[in-house]
């Protein structure tokens, strides 16, 4: 069995939520782009939190959503795992950010289309020469719009576009 779908059975053992996770060809993308022991930054929470946790990972999620982050935590998340409670600003994103660099960072919320687009806002404060920086959900419209706005702000060194199992796609793109 692998990682993933390791992790996934964990998550999903009361119920099954799997329906908005990230998909496996996601987090594998991830874990081949990243060194163990990173700092990463995930907006929204829910199996990729604990991926990024069991991996060993320095990880910050924030959420708004306190229902999420109460079923996360309860799956003992280790010391090297964080979970901010943030509220929506009026531009449809999270107000509290911490602002530091990450090695990397996983766009998947705040939950509905166009919600993310405030990220354009901080993400050069949150990111350094090499920074993996993964969009999911590009098969909406309003992110892939959104990923071509961060390729045109870095001139990243790599995108990969990927697909999942779910028909659901995403971006990798290293800044």
Same mark, same amino acid.
């Given at each position: 069995m692998s990682f993933y779908d390791a992790v996934a059975r964990v998550w999903n053992q009361d119920r099954d939520y799997s329906q908005g996770a990230?998909?496996?060809?996601?987090?594998d993308a991830i874990a081949m782009h990243i060194h163990p022991d990173s700092k990463t930054l995930e907006f929204g929470c829910g199996l990729s939190t604990l991926l990024f946790d069991y991996a060993g990972h320095h990880h910050t999620a924030i959420?708004?959503? +306190?229902?999420?982050?109460?079923?996360v935590k309860s799956h003992e998340l280790t010391v090297?795992? +964080?979970?901010?409670?943030?509220?929506?600003?009026?531009?449809?994103?999270?107000e509290s950010v911490p602002i530091e660099t990450f090695d990397c960072i996983l766009i998947d919320g705040p939950a509905?289309?166009?919600?993310?687009?405030?990220?354009?806002?901080?993400?050069?404060?949150?990111t350094k020469k090499g920074t993996v920086v993964v969009l999911d959900d590009t098969n909406r419209p309003m992110e892939k719009n959104l990923s071509t706005a961060i390729q045109r702000l870095?001139?990243?060194?790599?995108?990969?576009?990927g697909e999942t199992s779910h028909d659901r796609k995403f971006d990798l793109i290293i800044v």
């Open positions: 990230i998909g496996k060809e996601v987090w959420d708004n959503n +306190q229902k999420w982050i109460d079923l090297r795992t +964080q979970i901010v409670h943030s509220a929506i600003n009026s531009l449809g994103f999270y509905g289309e166009g919600n993310r687009n405030g990220v354009l806002n901080i993400l050069h404060s949150l870095f001139q990243p060194s790599l995108v990969i576009e």
